[in-house]
């Protein structure tokens, strides 16, 4: 390499990308602090946090499949035209003649299906290990951790129900359909919630365009920030909460030892630290990592395993594509996107006829249950009364009757969810598995 | 979890990384090898066995399309069914033959494509997509695949559907015999009597204007056996309209495979397409679907004559009197000029009685479709008697 000279230095490869280099130990360790991608993690962690069993890591498989939408999506978007006349041809292009655009294309739905049920599943881990509960440590505020993911679950469900309108063909138009005359029977502002997003009171081309602002812009930016926050707080409230749980072991174990629970704090006090202490390990070597490499590498494995699978799976689930969007044909059963089909199904058990009087059950089963299902998830930590002994552990006895009463409703979203996709056809009737649904007319 | 496994991660790493090099390599190979590339070098090679190694050499690899703004249509069709143009393939089989000259002068590629006339998924490019015999696409090829299915009693008719989207107004389109044919029968049968089509006609029955954009779900298919689409509704219909629909007055014209077809391929072309006026055939011929001027003279005199009030009331439709000089172009219902007596034969009561209380079809037709007051009730009566006793004349006048 021939050696070029700016103001009398030498410019070689590495002082292109390196325009400083530390010159003391603190020096790099400011550079670390000031790097946001290693400043998201500590510089060591405990070895349960590293495990495959305690986290399950499906928060990280969320923001890979996030990451993976954000990248196949800003190709979409320069593939995609948002307006009636064009978007269901764009679409048919995108599967047809771009190259590589069927697997884009499928990877995007894939993920946006897969990201839905990882930001559940990584709710119910949460639930269940009690990891929204404060543990030892000061200045800890779990619980608003736990809100800022709920409302994050939110905003997934609205990207993903933002997204399935704009292919504008038949699934697109009548989930939307559906989803939003739901929303319509939420009281007084229901009306006017479907009007703003609509764009008026016809799914046409401003619904069109208000759902790919939102789905493009507006809900992905939300996310980035909420998602920011989410992982600062996890830092600032020391790290996952199994770590609480080992401070807190640790603590019985040097009681079992011999060694007063007073004089540590007596000593932590002393030895200028602040009652922080209480969080922090006192045999490090034995219980942590530094997180270069290990954790790096394990959500390196983590990013790369969910990257392959959704790769793998869209080789083979393509993303669907039905007929043009068309008003004045409704598809039988039309159905609402699989998450919302819970709702739809509650919707169509509290609709009660008796005889010609039809009791709709659009505001019990649309608006109600659910409205009072997210509430009641957003405030559990502050009604859960259980010890700090509880957090950060799998299904810790103190916490059981709730564990069963929270996988008990679980169970009926899910179950109500797979009758809702399986089992029901023409006319809302239902069919097991096993039978076959009456052969639906075609043109020809 | 004990520190040393943690090394382990490392293998984990690169197992993943190898299977995530399987699925890039998965997706690059069905990238690189479409359906249409083995078309096209299939091709090459037919060209090079066919027409010599200079004639092959003009093969061009490559997607292609036709892309038509004015029908907002983009029909990739001639990726695969490239020798569309090529002369000398006239004798070569599907894909790479020669497309029929006359029809492409009159209808040129660059300003038609392949779907409007021929159905099928422009967009796709394969196969099994493109025929468009797949779940959610409404227009499958017009071809071999669905003949098989319906079976008509000549080949290659069906497509004649798509020519009527412009030729419409037409009487004769060179070509189109099914839809000749079936023209023909809408004048001949008088369905005009009941349906208005084109804008002009009756209102017993609905408006067939644009027939063909109702959707599959639009029908009743309760009656019908087997295969459940609008074709096959229609064309079990055109056979027997009281065993599709029960409520249904429509007659029963004793219709075979060959009409009911015809008829299907007309009524399902009756759509409406936003065509460019250049589109429009602008012929004499284009304006033929009008009252022909003899057509016009006969209903004024028939409107004029003795029986107008029959004519008024619409009875004329399926009645002729000939008496009175009434002709109904259907002739579904018996001539009335001796309904005095045949009334009587038919359901053994006068004809007054049976204008009071009507059985049958007549019991439906004078239920909803023509309201008569008393007065008119017996205006009937008296007129039928009028035209009894002319027909009796006639019929001793012509005896001997």
Redesign the interface.
């Known amino acids: 390499m021939a050696e070029v000279k700016v103001n009398g230095k030498k410019l070689v490869k590495r002082s292109l990308f390196w325009t400083w280099a530390p010159r003391s130990e603190k020096e790099a360790g400011d550079s670390i602090v000031r790097n946001l991608l290693l400043h998201w993690f500590p510089a060591k962690v405990t070895?349960?946090s590293?495990?495959w069993g305690y986290s399950l890591w499906l928060g990280t498989i969320t923001a890979t499949l996030f990451l993976i939408l954000t990248l196949t999506g800003v190709v979409l978007m320069f593939l995609y035209v948002p307006s009636v006349e064009r978007a269901y041809?764009s679409v048919?292009?995108i599967?047809?003649?771009v190259?590589?655009g069927w697997?884009i294309r499928a990877m995007h739905r894939n993920s946006a299906h897969l990201m839905v049920a990882f930001v559940f599943l990584h709710m119910v881990r949460v639930f269940l290990t009690g990891a929204y509960k404060n543990g030892v440590g000061a200045g800890q505020n779990r619980p608003l951790n736990w809100i800022v993911g709920v409302v994050l679950l939110l905003i997934t469900l609205l990207l993903s129900f933002t997204g399935y309108l704009l292919p504008w063909?038949?699934l697109a138009f009548w989930a939307i359909t559906v989803g939003t005359n739901i929303a319509k029977n939420a009281p007084i502002v229901g009306e006017w919630i479907r009007f703003v997003l609509l764009g008026g009171y016809e799914i046409e081309q401003n619904a069109l365009i208000r759902f790919y602002v939102l789905h493009c812009f507006f809900l992905p930016a939300a996310v980035l920030v909420l998602f920011s926050y989410h992982m600062w707080r996890i830092r600032k409230d020391g790290g996952l909460a199994c770590v609480d749980n080992l401070v807190l072991n640790q603590k019985k174990e040097k009681i079992t030892d011999g060694i007063k629970s007073k004089t540590y704090s007596l000593l932590g006090l002393t030895t200028g630290r602040t009652v922080q202490v209480e969080a922090t390990l006192i045999d490090e070597e034995k219980y942590t990592?530094n997180s270069i490499p290990?954790l790096i590498?394990?959500i390196?494995?983590v990013m790369?395993?969910t990257?392959?699978f959704v790769?793998?799976i869209s080789?083979f689930i393509h993303a669907?594509?039905?007929?043009p969007a068309?008003p004045?044909?409704?598809p039988?059963p039309a159905k609402a996107p699989w998450y919302f089909l819970w709702l739809q199904e509650l919707v169509a058990i509290t609709t009660i006829r008796i005889g010609g009087f039809v009791i709709n059950g659009a505001f019990v089963g649309g608006i109600l249950i659910p409205g009072i299902l997210v509430a009641l998830l957003a405030i559990w930590p502050y009604l859960d009364k259980s010890s700090n002994l509880s957090t950060g552990v799998w299904f810790s006895k103190e916490r059981t009757k709730q564990n069963i009463i929270f996988l008990i409703l679980c169970f009926f979203v899910i179950v109500l969810i797979i009758i809702g996709t399986y089992m029901r056809g023409p006319n809302w009737e239902f069919y097991f598995p096993w039978e076959a649904w009456p052969?639906?007319?075609?043109?020809? | 979890?004990e520190?040393s496994k943690?090394k382990k991660?490392?293998v984990?790493?690169y197992a993943?990384?190898l299977?995530?090099l399987i699925?890039?390599l998965?997706?690059y190979v069905?990238?690189l090898t479409p359906e249409w590339k083995k078309y096209q070098s299939e091709f090459k090679q037919y060209v090079r066995e066919k027409l010599g190694e200079d004639k092959a050499r003009m093969v061009e690899f490559g997607?292609r399309?036709i892309y038509v703004k004015e029908l907002n249509r983009?029909d990739?069709c001639i990726t695969c069914h490239i020798g569309y143009e090529w002369k000398g393939l006239e004798n070569a089989s599907n894909p790479f033959k020669t497309h029929p000259k006359e029809i492409l002068d009159k209808h040129p590629v660059q300003k038609y494509g392949c779907t409007i006339c021929h159905g099928g998924q422009g967009?796709?490019?394969n196969k099994e997509e493109a025929h468009g015999f797949i779940?959610?696409?409404?227009?499958?090829l017009l071809g071999k695949e669905?003949e098989d299915?319906y079976r008509p009693p000549d080949r290659k008719v069906l497509l004649q559907m798509n020519c009527n989207i412009c030729h419409r107004y037409d009487t004769l389109t060179p070509g189109a015999d099914y839809i000749n044919y079936a023209k023909k029968l809408v004048r001949e049968k008088g369905c005009r009597a009941c349906h208005k089509i084109n804008g002009r006609g009756g209102v017993i029955g609905p408006d067939l204007t644009y027939e063909g954009d109702k959707?599959?779900?639009q029908?009743d298919?309760s009656r019908i056996g087997g295969?459940?689409?609008?074709?096959a509704?229609h064309i079990a219909h055109f056979k027997n309209p009281k065993m599709v629909s029960p409520e249904s007055i429509m007659p029963e014209m004793g219709f075979g495979s060959r009409e009911a077809i015809a008829l299907t391929l007309l009524t399902m072309s009756w759509r409406k397409v936003n065509l460019p006026p250049e589109y429009i055939p602008q012929s004499s011929k284009a304006l033929a679907d009008l009252p022909t001027p003899e057509e016009i003279e006969k209903e004024r005199q028939m409107r004029e004559g003795e029986g107008a009030f029959f004519v008024n009331k619409g009875c004329f439709v399926c009645h002729s009197i000939s008496v009175f000089g009434i002709e109904s172009a259907a002739k579904i219902g018996p001539d009335l000029s001796n309904a005095v007596e045949d009334v009587q034969s038919r359901f053994g009561k006068t004809l007054e009685n049976f204008i009071k209380e009507p059985t049958g079809t007549m019991a439906i037709v004078l239920g909803s479709q023509i309201i008569l007051s008393d007065s008119e009730k017996a205006q009937v009566v008296e007129l039928l008697t009028k035209a009894y006793e002319k027909y009796r004349k006639q019929q001793l006048t012509s005896k001997p």
Do not use: C
């Not at chain 1, 669907?320 to 007929?323: A, F, K, M, S």
């Not at chain 2, 779940?135 to 499958?140: A, G, L």
């Open positions: 070895l349960k590293l495990s041809q048919k292009d599967e047809y003649v190259s590589f697997f063909d038949q990592v290990f590498r394990r390196g494995i790369l395993g990257f392959v790769a793998l080789l669907p594509l039905e007929e068309n004045n044909v409704t039988n052969q639906l007319p075609k043109k020809f | 979890m520190k943690l991660d490392i984990v790493v993943i990384a299977i995530g699925a890039t998965a997706v069905k990238h997607v399309q983009v990739r967009y796709a490019l779940k959610h696409w409404d227009e499958p669905l299915i959707a599959p779900e029908f298919y295969y459940k689409s609008v074709f509704w």
